[in-house]
């Protein structure tokens, strides 16, 4: 499990202000143990290279956070694109068995694709927002839809045609859902994180080295740094998991279907 999962149970207001508070301390108080106890004399003669070193440091640790904000970014607008996609084929899919003219056959492929859309509701978003397997009942009834349309005795070509658009529709459907699950567990590899925080600690390693003549204001500027290391993070972690935590992907197309059917 990696971090950015594990931090997502905690409210996200209150992981925002943990983050800030513990980045801000680790920069302001490191600072100020520095400045107590370092016994260093050569940091004045050499204030302009310690500097320039760290607006270099600054600015590639910068560099590697726009990086990864846009990974994650990306990675959270292409889940909710496939999710988008797929609700609309849902519905498309509904809007075929629902009008389709033969009503006997019409109410039973309903009632098997509303029990699919049900499970997905109830069991296969639950268990992707703890990244869980596909619960094998929503697989199964997925297959269901597929048997019952295949099963189709269509007796006119027009009935054929209709049928045969059903099937196109749910072969459409079947290719979203899995793309929806395989983006359900793309998160950032442990490998990453570790670059990410000890990037954080040298970054606010060179800001502790700077020789600033007044004391309260160095630890300000180093606690400040280190709250906004803190904010990117935070960001970083609350899109993280697409499925996951407070800024989920919500199922609000298959809902709809439901509330098309009275359910």
């Known amino acids: 499990m990696s971090l950015s999962y594990a931090l997502l149970s905690v409210p996200p207001l209150l992981l ?5 508070i513990l980045f801000a301390l680790m920069g302001g108080t490191s600072t100020w143990l520095f400045r107590k106890y370092s016994r260093l004399k050569v940091l004045g003669s050499h204030n302009e290279v310690t500097g320039n070193i760290f607006a270099c440091a600054g600015g590639l640790y910068s560099l590697l956070l726009a990086f990864v904000v846009f990974l994650v970014w990306d990675g959270y607008n292409d889940a909710a694109s496939h999710a988008n996609m797929e609700f609309s084929v849902a519905k498309g899919l ?9 009503t006997a056959t019409s109410k039973h492929v309903k009632q098997v694709y509303l029990r699919y859309v049900k499970d997905v509701i109830t069991e296969e978003y639950p268990a992707m927002a703890r990244l869980e397997p596909v619960p094998k009942s929503s697989t199964e009834a997925f297959n269901n839809v597929f048997q019952v349309i295949e099963q189709m005795d269509p007796q006119t070509p027009a009935l054929n045609e209709r049928s045969a658009e059903m099937f ?13 699950q395989l983006a359900a567990s793309a998160g950032i590899p442990r490998e990453l994180w570790i670059p990410l925080l000890i990037g954080g600690f040298i970054t606010m390693f060179f800001a502790m080295m700077l020789d600033i003549e ?7 500027l180093s606690a400040m740094l280190g709250s906004f290391i803190g904010i ?7 899109m993280d998991y697409p499925f996951s935590g407070y800024l989920c992907v919500d199922p609000t197309g298959y809902k709809d279907i439901l509330q098309w059917a009275g359910m």
């Open 232 to 238: 990117v993070l935070y960001l970083i972690i609350i």
């Open 94 to 102: 509904y809007r075929d068995i629902q009008y389709y003219p033969d």
């Open 16 to 20: 925002m202000v943990l983050m800030i």
């Open 168 to 180: 196109r529709h749910l072969n459409e459907l079947a290719t979203h859902r899995s793309l929806r």
């Open 214 to 220: 007044n004391g309260k204001l160095h630890v300000i």
